[in-house]
C-alpha cells in the first residue's frame, strides 16, 4: 500500500530560476494540498485541489501555481524563485470526500535557492 | 480566517512522566482537530485526531481533549518514551467550500532517558 510520493527529494537551485515539483496521491485520494515548511514552523497553506479543480489558496504570490491531472498526481511550480523561498515543500493527500478529511504527508521536497 | 496558537514551543521531560501541549484556535466552525508528529528530516505522521462532536479522544498513551466552548483543544502522552522526542503540530480546519488546515507552530518535546 504505497503511500504519499513526491519527487524529487532534494533540488538546489538559484535566484530568478523556475522550479517543478511533482507528488502522487494515496490511490483512490483525489485531493491534493500543498504545504510550505519552512524550519521551526509549521506547514503553511498553498493550494488544494480536488478533481482538478482549485479548491482553495492560500496567502503566496502569483509565482506559485499548481495543477492537477486526471490521474490525480499534481504539480507546484515556482517562478522567478527568491532566496525566501528555501524550505520543505510538503504534499498531503486526502479523500477530498466527506466533512473531516484526514491529509497524510508525503516526505518532502527540500528546495534550496542559493 | 483561522487562527491557531500552540504552546509550549519547547518542552523537555524525563522517561515516564506526561506531556501535556495545548492549542487553541479562532474559528468558532473548526470542527476537525488533527495532531501530528514529525521527527527529524521526516513528514508530518497523524498520531491522533478528534472531531468536534467528541470531548475526548485515546489511543493508548496518547489522549486528545477538546473544549469547543473555550476554543482550545490539548494533547496529552503519558508514561513518555526517548522515541516519543519530536516536534507536534496541531491543526484545526473547517469544512466550508474547501477543507484546509490551519497548523500551529509546533512544540519540540524532548523526553531524556
Known amino acids: 500500500d504505497a503511500g504519499v510520493t513526491q519527487s524529487p527529494t532534494h533540488l538546489i537551485k538559484t535566484r530568478g530560476q523556475q522550479v517543478t515539483l511533482r507528488c502522487s496521491p494515496i490511490s483512490g485520494h483525489k485531493s491534493v494540498s500543498w504545504y510550505q515548511q519552512v524550519l521551526g514552523q509549521g506547514p503553511q497553506f498553498i493550494f488544494q485541489?480536488?478533481?482538478?479543480?482549485?479548491?482553495g489558496r492560500g496567502n503566496f504570490p502569483d509565482r506559485f501555481s499548481a495543477r492537477q491531472f486526471p490521474n490525480y498526481s499534481s504539480e507546484l511550480n515556482v517562478n522567478a524563485l527568491l532566496l525566501g523561498d528555501s524550505a520543505l515543500y510538503l504534499c498531503?493527500?486526502?479523500?477530498?470526500?466527506?466533512?473531516?478529511?484526514?491529509?497524510?504527508f508525503g516526505p518532502g521536497t527540500r528546495l534550496t535557492v542559493l | 480566517g483561522e487562527n491557531v496558537e500552540q504552546h509550549p514551543s519547547t518542552l523537555s521531560v524525563q522517561e515516564g512522566d506526561s506531556a501535556v501541549i495545548k492549542c487553541t484556535y479562532s474559528d468558532s466552525a473548526s470542527n476537525y482537530f488533527p495532531w501530528y508528529k514529525q521527527e527529524l528530516g521526516k513528514r508530518p505522521q497523524l498520531i491522533i485526531d478528534i472531531r468536534s462532536n467528541v470531548g475526548e479522544k485515546k489511543d493508548q498513551r496518547i489522549a486528545v481533549t477538546l473544549n469547543k466552548t473555550a476554543k482550545h483543544f490539548s494533547l496529552h502522552i503519558t508514561e513518555t518514551q526517548p522515541e516519543d522526542s519530536a516536534v507536534y503540530f496541531c491543526a484545526a480546519s473547517t469544512r466550508g467550500g474547501s477543507y484546509i488546515p490551519t497548523f500551529g507552530r509546533g512544540t519540540s518535546l524532548i523526553v531524556h532517558p
Open positions: 485541489y480536488y478533481e482538478k479543480e482549485e479548491r
Open positions: 498531503a493527500s486526502s479523500s477530498g470526500e466527506g466533512s473531516m478529511d484526514t491529509q497524510y
